[in-house]
């Protein structure tokens, strides 16, 4: 008893510390490798978003900068932390988290300066030479902030689930962060910021995609990148990476960190086939950077982290991009730590105007993390059980297999967990031209006379969040998928507030008579209601995909 009461008073002390900082937090400035990078004032003469939303933007800034000084001054050892991964991995996923949040909101602030695209790399991360973005300024704020929002529940989820005094210390903070963040995003999605659209408009042939309209940040070099074959007068590469030396390098890691920062001209590293073993981070600064393999199967990057050995889930993931205009071909992200290690990500993506092209997502629980911003998916295969793909991106997979694994006894498989936290976010996932079906593990299973258990259950999603957002287009719908389609998260939670929405699918599971009776689920009748989901409309895709060569379907039909 006499060592339990020594140790509540050390403990009191300590938070009593902290709460000293967290009062004096405002003089505090984060380390230098989480400095939030600051926008440049407004031009006294730009209209391109109003004052109040300039003002909401830098009070959040400073809000960030404030919540950045606690975690990353928190004590993780002893005995507050007492060395527990799953702690380290949070803080680590906040100063990151708050970092990108900074970024997305210095981009934002941009807009504020008729110069809006500079010509040298400024504040927020302009590229060189460059511009931020599709170029539709109002859309760009739109997806920024919706980025950045989710950003903070991502760090509360991450603190929350370590038991520690940090969640506490924070929360306040967070909520204040968010709390700007929603209201910034309000007073765009009401037009508020309406100048925007007007005097950062694009011509019509712009938005069509046609050859004068298409962004001129990339060099002629880099349109054809996906259709091109790998090996002489091929594809130019700027790395190789082989596991037998023959290469510049023999791990993906270190080709990745060897990338130019901050590149305004794409950057190809060719990965040779092989088994990776490795987890990949490419990092916020690592800007155009393209992976190319020799195919789905044949090069393959390879990890285990996972929730049940201590990593936060945001961690769990074997490759995590940051860098803005990521692209990746033919290759496989795996994770191998299996259902009983339960959330185990393969890919982890937060990059703005990402394409990943014949690429294989492998894992079981939370196998691809679509976690933020604008992203798409072309003629990928991704397997998984519970909630295998899920996160807030705005993001749309074409021609994509999407295959149902054998989960745990007892577990149901949900193909999506969609996390959008707000009306006014522009995020969502869009599954146009897919195949929604059971892997051979579960096929298997099914054959498997000795097998008691009842068949599992799979469902097209569930209402992660409030405001989840998922449809399912002009897919096939296997027989797989339970004839509800929809699994609630908990109860009544998010069933009026969520949309799924299903148009035109075919398959023994695509009937919608015995579908959900939910307020928030939709039997789209109207092409017009459903082109809101397709790439032109969702993520504005004949803005910025014509430049990267990728096969893709601007509306409902080819």
Known sequence: MASTSLNAIAQLLLVLSLLLLLTNAHPLTPSPAHQPALA????????????????????????????????????????????????????????????????????????????????SAGAGGAPAGGRLGTGDARS???????????????????????????GSLVATGLEAVTSLLTDGLGQVAAGEAGAVATSSRVSLSDRRGL????????????RRLLQMPVGPGGLPVDAVVAKDGSG????????????????AARYVIYVKRGVYKETVDVKKKKWNLMLVGD??????????????????????????????????????????????KHQAVALRCDSDLSVFYHCA??????????????????DCRVTGTVDFVFGNAAAVFQNCTL????????????????????????????FQFCNVSAHDDLLAAGRDGNRTAAPTQTYLGRPWKQYSRVV?????????????????????????TLYYGEYMNTGPGAGVGARVKWPGFHVMASPSEAGNFTVAQFIEGNMWLPTTGVKYTAGLTS
């Open 140 to 166: 760009d704020l739109r997806s920024w902030l919706s980025g950045a929002l989710g950003n903070q529940d991502t760090c509360k989820e991450g603190l929350d689930e370590t038991g520690s005094v940090l």
């Open 472 to 496: 399912f287009m002009q897919s096939y719908i296997g027989a797989v998928v339970r004839p509800e389609g929809w699994l609630a998260w908990d109860g009544e939670f998010a069933l009026d």
């Open 295 to 340: 195919g789905m199967g044949a090069t393959v990057i390879s990890g285990h982290r996972n929730y049940v050995d201590g990593y936060t889930t945001y961690r769990s993931a074997t490759v995590a991009v940051n860098g803005k205009g990521f692209i990746a071909r033919d290759l496989t992200f795996e994770n191998t730590a299996g259902p009983a």
């Open 211 to 222: 050859a004068e309209g298409a962004p001129h940040w990339l060099r002629a070099r880099e």
């Open 403 to 430: 295959l149902a694994r054998l989960p745990l006894p007892d577990q149901k498989n949900s193909v999506t967990a969609q996390g959008r936290l707000d009306a006014n976010m522009t995020t969502g996932f869009a």
């Open 40 to 119: 440049p004032p407004a031009s006294p003469g730009s209209k391109s978003i109003s004052p109040g939303l300039v003002s909401t933007l830098r009070e959040t800034l400073d809000a960030i900068k404030n919540v950045a000084s606690i975690i990353s001054s928190f004590p993780i050892g002893g005995i507050l932390g007492g060395g527990d991964l799953r702690l380290s991995s949070a803080v680590a996923d906040c100063l990151d988290l708050l970092d990108l949040s900074s970024d997305e909101l210095s981009w934002s602030m941009s807009t504020t300066s008729p110069a809006s695209h500079p010509t």
């Open 361 to 378: 997502f492998e894992g079981y629980q939370d196998t691809l993390y679509a976690h933020s911003l604008r992203q798409f998916y072309r």
């Open 248 to 263: 510049n390098f023999r791990t993906v890691s270190a080709a990745v960190e060897a990338a130019p920062a901050e590149s």
